[in-house]
């Protein structure tokens, strides 16, 4: 055999393969000694010729890559390279894969929460429905309270609270709307809760000013709203919408500003009303429980609410929120606030762009005395009419 094959002094190895490789017959070579010399191992003929076929694959990749050009420092260099840059991949491939496990598991684990306690939800009694009225179609019908402060209970200058006191004011609430039912021959009524539906335990104080307990508020809060819209619907359609999250329903360790895992009570409300009323057709409880916020519509009039928390200052809110949202809304309505607004922001094609902010159930309180605000517990039914908008609004006064 000649030594025309063996490796010329400066020829990088990388050349050296694809020289023998390529030549190995004008060598008088068969590619098991063409192996052995590449890599100084004797192996069977089929192994070395499937080895051989990859190695050739692979010089003509990094071929392609520009590696023929390089030296085998500069080669070594170039991989390394690579080598980090496919370890940056890995671990930010990584780093999503854990982001995106943590996210399932506490989605998992809220889910089998729910699961369990709605496992237990009882269901609303049969209701004997009324006959529904003849309700203008150009016409919806929007109530809206906020902030009951469930298992709340205090006395103050003009105002006093209690669980027993909530349900004696919903009772007269539920009155006062049965009239404007019957007055404007309303047969769908949309509900919307901004929630604090519970007084919570964000602040050690409050340990003070609990009857029942936390958990026990939210389930006892669920049952009596599920029966009262139970109630509702012997003289209406309902349609119940809720905000999923509020500050007062946040589980926190006592004075810490820290809510727990993301965990939030309204989510267990929401979701025990709507499996409690699961057998009355007359009432739909809408569960939106993946942002902080829900949308709906109204007679074409795009409706935005928060429970407010978010929000320290409403200046400039629904420029604002029309930026992040992407997208251009008619009325945004907060709670939070313990007081009434209504604020026209600019004016629409055929309607008043507003904020609207609901006032509380709960009232004022001893903390509102203190600073000289407050106002009363009251809720408000809207009226919004095709091509016109926000039309009407009724207060209805509860303590």
Known sequence: ??????????????????????????????????????????????EARKRLYGSKAIINKLKEEGFDTLTEDEIIKKLETKKIELQKERIK?????????????????KELLWEEILNFVPRAKQTEFKPLLEQDNDKSYLLNFSDIHYDYFFVSENNQYSIEELERRFNKLLGDVVKLIQKEQISELTVLNNGDSISGLIHMSQLQT?????????????????????????????????????????????????NIGGEDLELLIINYIHDYLKNNDRVKVVVETDKEYITFNLQGYEILSYHGHQFKKTDNILEKINTIHRKFYDTIILGHFHTSVERTLFEGIDNNVELLISPSIVGSDPYSDSLLLGSKSSAKLHIYEKGKGRVQTNTFILN
Do not use: C
């Open 1 to 46: 055999m000649s030594n025309t094959y063996n490796r010329r002094e400066d020829e990088r190895f990388l050349d050296y393969a694809e020289r023998l490789i390529d030549n190995f017959k004008f060598y008088d070579l068969d590619k098991v000694e063409v192996y052995d010399l590449l890599f100084d191992e004797i192996i069977s003929s089929d």
């Open 93 to 109: 491939l990584s780093t999503l894969r854990n982001d995106l496990n943590k996210t399932v598991r506490e989605e998992a684990r």
């Open 210 to 258: 609990m009857q029942v307990g936390l958990v026990q508020s939210a389930i006892g809060f669920s049952r009596f709203m599920g029966d009262w819209l139970n109630e509702l619907s012997k003289y209406v359609k309902v349609i119940y919408r809720q905000v999923p999250t509020s500050n007062h329903s946040q589980i926190r360790i006592f004075d810490t500003k820290r």
